[in-house]
């Protein structure tokens, strides 16, 4: 069994903050746990509007506190996030976030990361990022 506390892994390598300061993750389940998907905290600053593309992992994320919106960006639908809302990106959807009050998000993704990746160029996280150490 594996437990851990979100304010334990925020004070490790497991707490990452995004270089151009629009989100924080704390990364609670990664690739190296060997569960087959890894888990997040992640906060999306208020004021934040990026473009992403996982290209590589497939991505489940709930709201659990703040509002902003996701547009996918193939067809320019917006929807709403407010706490209680889930969106999937189960397609590789290009997309663009935006938080119009900090949001706090659960994130799942698969495959799993390893624990140090931060977005590229095009918005997506690369399969051979470090893993953290534990």
């Not at 151009?20 to 208020?46: E, P, Q, V």
Request: proline share 3%; aromatic share 8%.
């Amino acid at each position: 069994m594996i437990v851990r506390q979100l304010q334990d892994c925020q004070k490790s390598d497991r707490f990452i903050k995004d270089p151009k300061g629009n989100w924080d993750s704390t990364r609670m389940l990664l690739k190296n746990d060997n569960m087959g998907f890894s888990f997040h905290i992640t906060t999306i600053y208020a004021g934040a509007d990026f473009m992403l593309h996982y290209q590589n992992h497939l991505e489940s994320v709930y709201c659990i506190s703040g509002e902003g919106e996701v547009e996918t960006l193939d067809d320019g639908k917006k929807y709403a996030i407010t706490p209680g809302t889930i969106y999937i990106l189960d397609k590789n959807d290009k997309h663009m976030l935006r938080a119009t009050k900090d949001m706090q998000m659960a994130c799942v993704f698969n495959p799993p990361l390893n624990g140090k990746e931060v977005h590229n160029e095009e918005g997506a996280y690369e399969l051979d990022a470090e893993e953290v150490s534990d």
